[in-house]
């Protein structure tokens, strides 16, 4: 049961950034790229979950600092798209 909310997880973020690359790639609108890279990396990241928890759970193969320093950059983008370069 836990695998298949991992994969949904990450299916989801995957499709939110992709909708969101191609809202970008329709509008030009760069909130729209900010979004679309703090979901790519959040993808990124519930992959690497996924990895340590499904595929190989005996060892660990991307530690928690790793994990959460992807979802840091992620977060970041985001929150630089929102105050310095709104429009």
Do not use: H, K
Request: hydrophobic fraction near 60%; charge should be positive.
């Amino acid at each position: 049961m836990a695998s298949l909310v991992y994969i949904l997880c990450a299916l989801t973020s995957a499709a939110c950034a992709a909708m969101l690359l191609r809202g970008f790639l329709r509008s030009r609108a760069r909130f729209l790229l900010w979004s679309c890279l703090c979901f790519a990396a959040l993808f990124v990241n519930n992959l690497m979950l996924m990895i340590d928890r499904v595929v190989v759970p005996e060892r660990t193969v991307f530690p928690a600092e790793w994990r959460s320093a992807v979802a840091l950059v992620g977060l970041s983008l985001l929150i630089y798209g929102l105050v310095w370069d709104a429009e």
